[in-house]
């Protein structure tokens, strides 16, 4: 009888003990909860800037409505999160120029299709030009327009600089017709400032809405500095490709007032263009343990013209030598009518050999013609006695096997 007695005074005991802790969770939880007020549910991070949630809305284009921006103006904390801007050197210096710029209040409640009509005063007359009238020719050659906005923040001494969107942006890739735009900012002259907004995919018309704080510049400089936007598409197979620049002097620019909203077209980079034959974009990979090379052919710029209409329709034959012998050959498909051709197609050799030293590889771009014969447009060869970026392209491949290298090469006469 003692037995079944303290068994169902421990379980009692359990019982009581049980409640009491999942009453005591329970309350627990409900405190945490209350006392979690937060300004934000969260803080998306991208590289060089905190983008708040308002800001995240793809949906919200430049020039929006008095209600949403009254709204978002509301909804803003005094006190945001933000994050130090990353210090780092650029290279290349840009010119100096000097343009007088006013200030205009009534360009926050702006709408885009009043927009150059109501900063008369902050538009030189050739962007105005411009933008009001473009002939067919002028349309081909413009590089898009990038809206922006500057602000100083005297509380807190910070320069704060919005970059919006980008409209009618040129594509990039011939097949989809579109690009992958992104943007670089840098504050010149000191070059200390350099951040990047997020890559779009596929769009000519990118909508960023991305806010970048400088904090510890004093007002008294803002005058001495320019800001330097570029404006690149993303490529994954090499390079990112350069659309165009703006350079914006921010002598004679009066942020006392307030934000301040901008536009600039976009101009083409100055930088020496590439000349001759054109250039050759190939992807190369030697495989040691099946003694095998993989060649990708993916790109051709700035290719000549090699047709009376001013186009040529160029392929890619890939030659494979050894001991200056011939053992096999390849070829890409034809692109018809363009200087710029995406190939983006692989051949692998079988090397008869242990190693690269007696391997050189030849690539010839010809204009195809059923007519006559295919011209040949230029020439370029890989190999241990190659010169220039063939020779070290070779060098790489030869170092560090099992890895695809890819370098643009010009293409010399054939």
């Keep these: 009888d ?57 949906k919200k284009k430049f020039g929006a409505d008095d209600k949403s921006e009254a709204k978002t103006k509301s909804a803003t904390p005094k006190n945001s999160l933000h994050l130090d801007l990353e210090k780092r050197d650029l290279n290349g210096n840009f010119p100096k120029t000097t343009t007088k710029m006013q200030s205009s209040p009534d360009l926050e409640n702006s709408s885009p299709k009043h927009f150059a009509e109501r900063k008369k005063d902050s538009v030189s007359p050739d962007s105005l030009k411009s933008i009001t009238s473009l002939s067919s020719e002028d349309k081909q050659d413009k590089l898009g327009t990038l809206f922006f906005s500057l602000e100083y923040n005297f509380e807190k001494k910070a320069f704060v600089v919005n970059i919006k969107e980008a409209r009618g942006l040129p594509a990039m890739d011939e097949q989809s017709m579109t690009s992958d735009p992104y943007i670089k900012m840098t504050i010149l002259p000191e070059k200390k400032h350099k951040v990047k907004t997020r890559v779009l995919r596929k769009t000519l018309d990118p909508a960023f809405d991305e806010t970048f704080t400088f904090y510890g510049i004093p007002y008294s400089q803002i005058q001495d500095l320019t800001l ?180 643009w090469h010009m293409l010399c006469d054939g």
Aim: aromatic share 8%; net charge positive; proline share 4%.
């Design 2 to 58: 003692e037995i079944p007695t303290v068994v169902g005074i421990f379980s009692a005991f359990g019982l009581v003990f049980s409640v009491s802790l999942f009453a005591w969770i329970c309350c627990q939880r409900k405190s945490s909860k209350s006392n979690k007020t937060p300004p934000y549910k969260f803080v998306h991070v991208l590289k060089g800037v905190d983008i708040y949630p308002e800001n995240l809305n793809s």
């Design 228 to 407: 330097h936007f570029m404006v690149l598409s993303f490529d994954r197979f090499s390079r990112d490709d350069v659309i165009g620049e703006v350079l914006i002097p921010l002598a004679g620019i009066e942020l006392s007032e307030g934000r301040l909203l901008m536009d600039r077209e976009i101009i083409k980079r100055n930088v020496r263009k590439s000349s001759g034959r054109g250039e050759l974009l190939v992807s190369l990979c030697y495989q040691s343990t099946t003694n095998t090379l993989t060649v990708v052919v993916l790109k051709a710029r700035h290719l000549p013209k090699s047709d009376v209409s001013g186009l040529s329709d160029p392929y890619v034959k890939v030659n494979l030598y050894h001991a200056k012998k011939r053992i096999s050959k390849k070829k890409t498909h034809v692109k018809k009518c363009t200087p710029n051709a995406v190939f983006n197609e692989l051949f692998v050799f079988d090397i008869p050999c242990e190693g690269l030293d007696d391997i050189s590889i030849e690539f010839l771009v010809l204009d195809s013609d059923r007519g006559s014969r295919n011209e040949v447009i230029g020439r370029l060869i890989l190999g241990s006695s190659a010169e220039g970026t063939g020779g070290e392209h070779w060098k790489e491949i030869c170092e560090y096997p099992r890895r695809q290298i890819a370098k």
